[in-house]
Structures are given as C-alpha cells and as structure tokens.
C-alpha cells in the first residue's frame, strides 16, 4: 500500500487456543484513512504483516442486502481480495457511533464513523465442518463437481490438451537437433526431457552405485 515504515516493534502473537509464536520484528506505519462520502478522515499507528489473513469469500446476494438496502445503510466492500488493513479493538471502539441494527436474517449493522460494517451469521444452510473449505472454494471459482477430481484443478497438465501434435513433434525436432552431441565415448548423446517446463532429469548416480555394491561381493 506504498505506507513508509517510521520504526519497528516487536510483538509476540497470542493466537486462539493459546498458541504463541515466536517474538517477530513488525514494521510500524501510519495509516491516514476516509470515509467514503469525505466526511470524516483519521489516522492510527499500525503493525505491517504481509498477509494478514486467509482469503475471505465476496459478499453475495441475499435477504441481509435487500434489508441493509431498506434501511438506507450502503455496503461499499462486495469483492473478493486480499485483507490490507485490520483494525484491532484498540482503535475500533473510537470509531463506534453507537447506531445499532439487528436484520431479520441474522447478522448485525454496526454504525462506525468510517462507515457501516456487518457482523454475525447470514442465516445460510449450516455447512458442516469438513465441507467448509470445500464449498468456500467452490463458490470462489463457481466450478463445476467435475473439477474436484481434475488433474488440472492440481495444475497437472497434458501438454497434447494445449498444443497439438504437430506442435509437440516440431518442438521435441528442434530440441534434438539443437543439444545432439557426440561424447567423450563416441557416442551420440542428446538432452532430455522434451517436454516444456520440466525439472532436469537426475542421473541416480549415488543410488546406482550403492545398489551396484550391495549385489558385488
């Protein structure tokens, strides 16, 4: 977000569960932001963190937008993106008006002088636990039940799905042509392998000599 660091602290995290990892080196940063309308404008120290969280689904249709609507109250966040600012219950609570609206469909609007904010459930189907990352990527990617057994879902990819086979044959011809070779030996060696993108091939030299002196007595 192009912020300039003014100097560093360090904070160990205290995560739920109890868990606490190592004391880390954070830059800290002052971060000037504004309502939306230009009404109000503050700033606040803030701690940098490369990823602040994991990704977080985009909000979608339902009742609670149609009542939000209703009520007058705007919801300018609807894409799916990166976190880039978290604000902690140090600096939350001076920015609470104190207007409150609990929607029938379950969550709560909270009024803060940057703006509304939604919080609690939306009154979906409950999804159970082991189904939750599972549909949360679903809907990200709006993928069909087919993808979850594609190889390509895994970034495995036939190369004959994206080139056809005179392609393949042009360029596995100009590979050889261009790393043939005569060796030491005499013999013609050439490179391998041919198709694109592909880690070397290692030789296994260390484990052919050890499988060579475990069958010599």
Not at 131 to 160: F, H, Q, R
């Amino acid at each position: 977000m192009q912020f300039e660091s003014s100097c560093k602290e360090k904070l160990r995290h205290s995560l739920f569960g109890g868990t606490c990892n190592d004391i880390i080196n954070h830059d800290v940063f002052t971060v000037f932001l504004s309502k939306t309308d230009g009404t109000y404008h503050c700033n606040f120290k803030a701690l940098g963190q490369d990823v602040i969280c994991g990704s977080i689904p985009p909000v979608v249709e339902g009742e609670w937008m149609q009542e939000l609507r209703e009520n007058s109250i705007s919801f300018s966040d609807k894409n799916d993106g990166p976190i880039e600012i978290l604000i902690g219950a140090d600096i939350a609570g001076k920015l609470m008006t104190g207007g409150f609206k609990l929607l029938a469909s379950g969550p709560a609007a909270i009024d803060t002088k940057l703006g509304w904010t939604v919080l609690g459930k939306n009154g979906m189907r409950e999804i159970s636990d082991n189904s939750t990352l599972l549909v949360t990527s679903m809907l990200n990617k709006e993928a069909l039940i087919s993808d979850l057994w594609s190889l390509d879902a895994l970034g495995i990819l036939d190369p004959s799905e994206q080139k056809n086979k005179l392609e393949l044959q042009e360029e596995a011809r100009d590979h050889f042509l261009s790393t043939a070779k005569v060796n030491e030996e005499g013999r013609f060696q050439v490179s391998l392998p041919w198709l694109d993108n592909h880690l070397p091939l290692k030789d296994n030299y260390d484990l052919a000599v050890k499988r060579l002196d475990s069958t010599v007595k």
